[in-house]
C-alpha cells in the first residue's frame, strides 16, 4: 500500500474514521489475561482481529507495551492480569554501567513474540492498515536509566543519556525494521517522556534521535505515527515537526485545537479522548458528549483524525469504546 497517497486520501476524505490506540482491552473479549497476552504472538494476533472485527477504525495499532524494549535490554518488568507491563528498578547507574550496555538483538526477551504477532495479524487484518507499537528513544533511555533520573540527568549527566540514547536508537532502528520487513504499514512511535522535559531540552535529547530512526525507516510503503500525551507538548511543536514524522498524536493533556492550530496543516494531526477518564471510568453518554464536543471544535480542520490520548487501558468498558465509535460515526453522519 502506498501509504503517503493514503494520508493524502485521508485529508481530503469528508468523513474521517476515528483511530485510536486500541489493542489491550482485546483481553476482556477474548477472556484472558494481559500476562497470557504478552507471552503469545498467536493470542495477540486474534487480538488485533478481534479488534478490528469490533470497531471501524482507520486502522489496527498493535500492543503499546513500553516495557518491551527495557525488557530486551535486560531491565527487569512487573506483570498483571489487568495492566500494561511496567519496568522494574533501574539498570543503567552511572556512567561505566552506560558505556557497557549491551545492545540487544531483534530477538531477545519478548521482541520475537510481538514480531510474530504482527506477522499473523498482518494474514487476518486486510481491509485497513496496521501500525506496530514502539517506544521512543528518549522514552526508552528513561525507563534504563530511572524516569526521574533521566530528567536530571539532562542537566547533570548529559553524557550518559546521550550513550544510553545511541544505543536505544541503533536498537530501535533495527527493532523497526522487521517490522518493516514483515509487512507492516507503518509504527506508532511512543515518547511521552519528552514530554515532561523542556522545549529546549527535548531538542537536544529527543528530536535529532526521533528524526535518525523516522529517516532511516520511513518510505512510501511504510509512516511513523509520532506520539506525545506530555503536557509540554503544546510548547514543543516546532522541535516535534522538525523530527520528520509522517503524523502526530497528542494526549488529552493539551488543548487540541490549540495544536492543531500550531501543527502544519499537510500532516495528519491525531488525538485526544481521555483514555482514563473517559474510555475506563466514563459513561457512554459522558463519552459520546466529549466526543461531540471535540470534533465540534477541530473537524474544521481537514488535517485531524480523532483518536484516544493516548493507549487505551486493558480495563477499559467496551460499551464506552463502542459509544466513542458510534459518536464519531454519528457526527460525520450528520454533516453530510
Not at 139 to 152: E, H, P, Q, W, Y
Not at 261 to 282: L, V, Y
Not at 293 to 306: A, G, Q, R, T, Y
Request: proline fraction near 5%; include cysteine; hydrophobic fraction near 40%.
Amino acid at each position: 500500500m502506498n501509504m503517503h497517497k493514503w494520508l493524502q486520501g485521508l485529508k481530503l476524505s469528508a468523513e474521517k474514521k476515528p483511530m485510536p490506540i486500541l489493542s489491550f482491552p482485546c483481553v476482556q473479549l477474548l477472556g484472558i489475561s494481559v500476562k497470557q497476552l504478552i507471552a503469545d504472538g498467536s493470542m495477540q494476533a486474534k487480538g488485533m482481529k478481534a479488534i478490528a472485527d469490533r470497531v471501524d477504525s482507520l486502522a489496527s495499532v498493535s500492543f503499546m507495551d513500553l516495557s518491551l524494549e527495557s525488557e530486551a535490554f535486560g531491565a527487569k518488568i512487573k506483570t498483571s492480569d489487568m495492566e500494561v507491563p511496567t519496568v522494574m528498578g533501574t539498570l543503567v547507574n552511572n556512567l561505566e554501567e552506560a558505556e557497557a550496555l549491551e545492545i540487544p538483538s531483534v530477538e531477545k526477551g519478548r521482541i520475537g513474540i510481538y514480531i510474530d504477532g504482527m506477522s499473523k495479524a498482518l494474514k487476518l487484518i486486510d481491509d485497513r492498515p496496521v501500525f506496530a507499537g514502539v517506544i521512543g528513544p528518549f522514552s526508552l533511555t528513561g525507563r534504563l536509566v530511572d524516569v526521574n533520573k533521566a530528567m536530571i540527568y539532562c542537566k547533570k549527566n548529559p553524557q550518559l543519556l546521550h550513550i544510553v540514547l545511541r544505543k536505544a536508537t541503533d536498537f530501535l532502528i533495527e527493532y523497526i525494521k522487521e517490522y518493516k520487513a514483515i509487512g507492516a504499514n507503518g509504527i506508532v512511535m511512543a515518547e511521552p517522556l519528552t514530554g515532561l522535559i523542556s522545549p529546549r531540552l527535548a531538542e537536544n535529547f529527543s528530536e535529532p534521535y526521533v528524526r535518525e530512526i523516522a529517516d532511516a525507516v520511513k518510505s512510501e510503503d511504510f509512516l511513523v505515527v509520532y506520539h506525545n500525551c506530555g503536557n509540554a507538548a503544546a510548547k514543543m511543536w516546532e522541535s516535534i515537526t522538525r523530527t520528520g514524522c509522517d503524523a502526530y498524536h497528542f494526549g488529552n493533556a493539551i488543548n487540541m485545537k490549540n495544536m492543531l492550530e500550531q501543527m502544519p496543516e499537510d500532516k495528519i494531526i491525531m488525538g485526544n479522548i481521555d483514555p482514563a477518564q473517559q474510555f475506563t471510568n466514563g459513561t457512554p453518554e459522558s463519552i459520546r458528549l466529549a466526543t461531540k464536543l471535540l470534533l465540534e471544535e477541530c473537524s474544521s480542520h481537514p488535517n485531524f483524525v480523532i483518536s484516544s490520548g493516548c493507549d487505551i487501558p486493558p480495563a477499559a468498558k467496551w460499551e464506552n469504546i463502542d459509544a466513542f465509535f458510534d459518536a464519531v460515526k454519528g457526527f460525520y453522519n450528520g454533516k453530510q
